[in-house]
């Protein structure tokens, strides 16, 4: 059943077949002036044919179509004029435009006639564009010295010595720039504004132009752009750190670091603050402290880092403790309390003394016991001082906590 249908369409699918067919694999083709181009064109019919007519014909907007060539089979007739520019070597109907001018862009037209019983005619139209290929691009940008984040503006250019139909683009580490807030373009692309400049446009920049017959990339450029300090933060080789308190056992040398993010380079200064005064000790990003040369046991520092394009300036401050082994977190139990230094000290002395008599009292009847009792008292009474003072400590710091007016009064930090 199936081949009964294939039988009966086929004669209709072979009429089909035997009618004439002009293909063209492009119906535009970019041409490079000055270069030789080729209009490829294909055709096909099914029919005995006593004759084979190819005609091209040229035609440009508000003007009439020219006539450039013809031929019945193999035979070519050109219009004079043309005769030296267009080449067709019947019956292949493709056509060669050489020398390739911009007097030639436009839309070339091909007709095919094929006579037999009847004449059949097809044609095709191709649009022709011509360009000269791109140079190679050239960024500039303005100021070449470099602009200050949130302060200054940068000003790439993209200039080409040649090229016709330029389509610009510009590209951050290889991705398409998008225009935002801060990033503009001129009509045409081939300038990028930044406005303001920050950190984040820091990146490699070029500019990709293209035509529809080439393209080309810029070398790479880096906008100077100066920013900064960021992150500032100390770090030290060894020692333990509890947020800004570095602990350095009795007998160490400890050396600091001082880091911030900044171009160029920041500028570092330390300063170390007792009695209400500061000094400034050294310039440079690293400290060395020897624990034996610290006069106290607490000592507060202050790195300070400048970055001198910038203007800006940051600062942290740390604490150094000395510490024997071991006593660490009492260390830092006080610290968490300096505020408060004052107070404890006052109130711990009271309790100890109160603490003392009492004990004292206490163990006064059982003077007359053994060697061994007799050693034991005065270390269960510094025992019970110990839990003492660890409480008292504990109420006093929850006491900061959660009340922060007592403060007030204290001596506060001493800003540099
Ligand atoms: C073209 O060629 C065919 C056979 O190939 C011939 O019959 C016909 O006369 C030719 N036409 C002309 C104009 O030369
Ligand atoms: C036409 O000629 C060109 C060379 O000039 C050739 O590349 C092409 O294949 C030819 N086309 C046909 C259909 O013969
Ligand atoms: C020519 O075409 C006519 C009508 O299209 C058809 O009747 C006739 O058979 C054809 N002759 C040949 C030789 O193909
Ligand atoms: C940056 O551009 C803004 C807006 O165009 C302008 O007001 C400002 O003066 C420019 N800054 C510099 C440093 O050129
Ligand atoms: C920019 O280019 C430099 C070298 O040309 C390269 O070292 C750097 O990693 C690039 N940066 C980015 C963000 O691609
Ligand atoms: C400029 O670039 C933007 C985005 O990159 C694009 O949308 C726009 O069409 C371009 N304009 C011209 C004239 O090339
Ligand atoms: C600490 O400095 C402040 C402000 O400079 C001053 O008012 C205060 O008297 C100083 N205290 C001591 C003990 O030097
Ligand atoms: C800024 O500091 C650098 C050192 O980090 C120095 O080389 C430079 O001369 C300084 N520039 C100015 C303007 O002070």
Redesign the pocket.
């Known amino acids: 059943m199936w081949l009964k249908v294939l039988t009966v369409f086929f004669p209709f699918i072979a009429g089909v077949c035997s009618g004439l067919k002009v293909t063209v694999p492009s119906h535009t083709v970019h041409g490079i002036r000055g270069q030789a181009l080729y209009l490829p064109v294909h055709y096909g019919f099914h029919t005995p044919a006593s004759g084979i007519q190819i005609i091209w014909l040229f035609e440009r907007s508000h003007m009439m179509p020219k006539y450039l060539l013809g031929s019945v089979n193999e035979s070519v007739v050109p219009d004079l004029e043309y005769q030296h520019k267009f080449t067709m070597m019947p019956p292949n109907a493709s056509l060669l435009i050489n020398p390739l001018q911009f007097t030639d862009e436009g839309n070339y037209i091909v007709k095919v006639n094929i006579q037999g019983n009847g004449t059949l005619s097809s044609s095709q139209k191709i649009q022709v564009t011509v360009d000269d290929p791109v140079m190679k691009p050239v960024v500039q940008f303005h100021p070449p010295s470099g602009?200050v984040e949130y302060?200054?503006?940068i000003t790439l250019t993209c200039q080409v010595e040649g090229g016709t139909r330029l389509v610009y683009q510009w590209r951050k580490n290889g991705k398409p720039v998008c225009s935002n807030s801060n990033h503009s373009f001129s009509p045409q692309n081939n300038t990028l504004r930044i406005?303001?400049v920050t950190k984040e446009d820091i990146g490699n920049y070029s500019c990709l132009v293209s035509n529809p017959v080439s393209e080309m990339e810029s070398d790479i450029i880096m906008p100077t752009i100066y920013y900064g300090p960021y992150g500032l933060q100390v770090n030290s080789d060894k020692g333990l750190k509890v947020g800004e308190v570095f602990t350095v056992d009795l007998g160490e040398a400890i050396l600091f670091d001082c880091s911030a993010d900044s171009y160029p380079p920041n500028t570092y200064s330390w300063i170390r603050r007792s009695d209400n005064t500061t000094y400034v000790i050294k310039h440079g990003p690293r400290l060395e402290v020897a624990s034996e040369k610290v006069a106290q046991k607490t000592t507060d520092y202050v790195c300070c880092a400048y970055n001198n394009v910038t203007g800006r300036r940051d600062e942290t401050h740390f604490t150094i403790i000395i510490t024997s082994v071991g006593l660490e977190k009492l260390a830092q139990k006080g610290k968490s309390l300096s505020p408060l230094a004052s107070i404890t000290g006052i109130s711990l002395f009271l309790i100890i003394s109160m603490c003392l008599l009492f004990l004292w009292k206490k163990y006064q009847p059982y003077k007359d016991q053994s060697q061994n009792t007799e050693k034991l008292k005065p270390f269960q009474a510094m025992k019970m001082l110990w839990v003492t003072s660890e409480y008292m400590n504990l109420w006093l710091f929850q006491m900061h906590l959660v009340f922060p007016g007592c403060q007030v009064g204290l001596p506060q930090p001493l800003m540099v």
């Open positions: 602009a302060v200054g503006n406005v303001p």
